[in-house]
C-alpha cells in the first residue's frame, strides 16, 4: 500500500476521560485508503523533548466525514503535546503503516476482539470493518476501572459488548483474561491489542484452546518503514520489524515468555 | 555522484523503503544497511530509547549477511539512478576481507564504506576503529582486495580521530566518512533499569552536531582525500556546516526516520544556498569556512 506524509487538520479534540483523548482530523483531499490495524508516525513537533515521531494506531476512519480518529493516552511529553492539539491545528502523519489482521475464513466464525487501555483502538476500525461484512463480533474490553473504559458507545454499534474493570464498577470484575464469556472456549478467532501481560495472557488461552489468535505489539519505533531495525519482536522467523512484519502477529509465531 | 548528498547506512535500509516518498536519483548516493559476512539477528529490544535531540540505538548490524544481499537484494537496487555504497562491517580482518572480495565482484557497486567503528557489537566493529594498528590492518588487507572507492567510516569514541584518518589514508583509503554514533546510555529512573538491552548504545540526532562538526573539520585538515561528513544533520544548513568546514560529500542518517523525503529536500537546499551565494558548483564551498 502506498504511504503518504500528510499534514491532517484536527477537527476535534474529544477529551474521553483524565488520561485519554480522542483526535479527530480530516484533509482537504480524500484521505487515502487505511486498512484495520495499521498506523501512522505521527510528528510532535520535533522539538528536543519529542524529537522522533509517535507511533498511533488508526481508531476509526469515518469515511462519510473524510475523518481519521487517533486514540490517545497521555504518557509522556510527546501524547501530552498530542492531547493539547486544537480545532485547526496540523499534525503531520505518514501513514497507512503496518499489516492488518487477517479475515476469518467463514461469516459464521465466532469472533472475539479482545482490548484493554488504549490498546482498543484499533479495534474500533477493525470491529467496524468486520460488521460491514457481515460478521458478528464479541468485543471484550478490560480496564481499571468504569472510568477507563473507552468508546463503548462506538462498539456497541457494531457488535456486542463485555467488559471487565479491576474494582468491579463496570461488568464483571477482575481482568477481561478472566471474563466468564472464556469459560466456553468455542470462538474461532480471538485479535487482541492492550497491554503485553494482557495479550500473553490472551495468547496463552487462544493457544491452549487452539483458537487462532493474532495480537496487535506497540514496540517503540523510530522510522516506521523499516529501515532502522529498532522496534523488532522475537519471532520463529527471527528479529522482524513490528512497523512493517506487524504490527499484527498470528501468536504462534511470537517468542513471548507466556 | 551527481550531488554531494548520501544517506548513511542503517538508516535508510536498502532504499526501497523510501520510494513512496522520494524519487532515489534525486539524491547522490545510498550507503545500504551494515552487511556481514554471514546473517545477524542482532540484539535483543528494546534497542532504541529517545534522547534530548537525538536517540540512542543498539541495533547491532541485523542483516541476512553477504550471500544472501547478492543474490536477494542487490538485483532489487542495482538499477538505481543513484551511487550504490556497501558497507561493510566485519568481527575479523579476514572477514572483512571476503566481503570486500564478494561485493568487488558486483559491477553497480562503485564502492564500500568501511565500517571501522559500530560501537553496538561485541566482536570486530568499533574495536577496529579505536586503534591506529588496527585500524591500518583492516584498510590495508582490504585495499589489496578491493579495486574500487574504499570510503573507511570513522568512531568518534576516540582521543584523536585526525589519528586514524591520516593512517587509514596511508594505506590507501580513497575517503573518510565520519562520525559513526557516539557510545552513550540511558537509564530509567522508575524501573531502575537501562533503557537499552545491551546497556549502552549509539548516539546520533542533532545532538551529536558539534561534536560531529568538530570532528570532521579536524580531519578535513589532516588528510588529502575527501571526507565525508554526518552526524546529526537535519537540513540543508547543517549540510552546508559540514562542507563549509572541509567536507566534500555529506550523509542524512537519522533525520530520515522522522522525515523521508529530508535528503531531497537538502539536496534542493544546497543547490539554493550556491545559487544565492552565487557559486557555481557545491566543490566551491567545501573548506571556505573563513577563520
Known sequence: MKKFILDLTVVDNVRLNYQYVLLKLTHSEKLPPVLPGQFAEVRVDGSSETFLRRPISINFIDTLRNELWLLIQVVGAGTRQLASLRQGDMLNMIFPLGNTFTVPAVKNAKIALIGGGVGVAPLLMYGEWLYRKGFECNFMIGARSREDLLQLDEFSKYGHVFTTTEDGTHGEKGYITQHSLLNTPDFDYIFTCGPTPMMKAVSRYAQENGIFCEASLENTMACGIGSCLCCVTDTTEGNLCVCTEGPIFNVTKLKWQI | ?291
Request: include cysteine; glycine fraction near 10%.
Open chain 2, 1 to 291: 555522484m551527481k550531488n554531494p548528498v548520501m544517506t548513511a547506512s542503517g538508516t535508510f535500509g536498502y532504499g526501497t523503503e523510501f520510494l513512496d516518498f522520494m524519487d532515489l536519483s534525486r539524491i547522490g548516493g545510498i550507503i545500504v544497511k551494515g552487511t556481514t559476512l554471514r546473517e545477524r539477528q542482532g540484539n535483543p529490544y528494546p534497542r532504541m530509547a529517545e534522547t534530548p535531540s537525538g536517540m540512542l540505538n543498539a541495533v547491532g548490524l541485523q542483516n541476512k549477511g553477504t550471500q544472501y544481499f547478492i543474490e536477494h537484494i542487490y538485483p532489487d537496487i542495482k538499477d538505481y539512478d543513484t551511487s550504490i555504497f556497501v558497507n561493510v562491517s566485519g568481527s575479523s580482518i579476514e572477514e572483512y576481507v571476503e566481503i570486500a572480495e564478494k561485493i568487488n565482484e558486483l559491477d553497480k557497486i562503485p564502492g564500500i564504506e568501511l565500517n571501522i567503528s559500530c560501537p553496538n557489537v561485541k566482536e570486530g566493529g568499533m574495536a577496529f576503529g579505536v586503534s591506529c594498528p588496527l585500524a591500518s590492518e583492516v584498510v590495508k588487507a582490504v585495499r589489496k582486495v578491493y579495486h574500487k572507492e574504499l570510503m573507511v567510516k570513522l568512531s568518534p569514541n576516540v582521543t584523536d580521530v585526525a589519528e586514524i584518518a591520516r593512517a587509514v589514508e596511508y594505506e590507501g583509503a580513497d575517503s573518510v566518512s565520519l562520525i559513526n554514533t557516539l557510545l552513550g546510555m540511558a537509564v530509567n529512573a522508575k524501573t531502575r533499569k537501562p533503557v537499552l538491552s545491551t546497556i549502552t548504545g549509539g548516539l546520533s540526532g542533532p545532538a551529536v552536531k558539534p561534536i560531529a562538526l568538530r570532528m570532521v573539520w579536524q580531519v578535513a585538515n589532516a588528510v588529502k582525500i575527501p571526507v565525508v561528513g554526518l552526524g546529526g544533520i537535519m537540513n540543508a544548513n547543517d549540510a552546508i556546516e559540514f562542507m563549509l568546514v572541509g567536507a566534500s560529500a555529506v550523509q542524512i542518517g537519522t533525520a530520515s526516520f522522522i522525515d523521508p523525503a529530508i535528503s531531497v529536500k537538502i539536496v534542493e537546499g544546497i543547490n539554493a544556498y550556491l545559487d544565492e551565494n552565487g557559486f557555481v558548483s557545491a566543490r566551491e564551498i567545501v573548506g571556505a569556512m573563513e577563520v
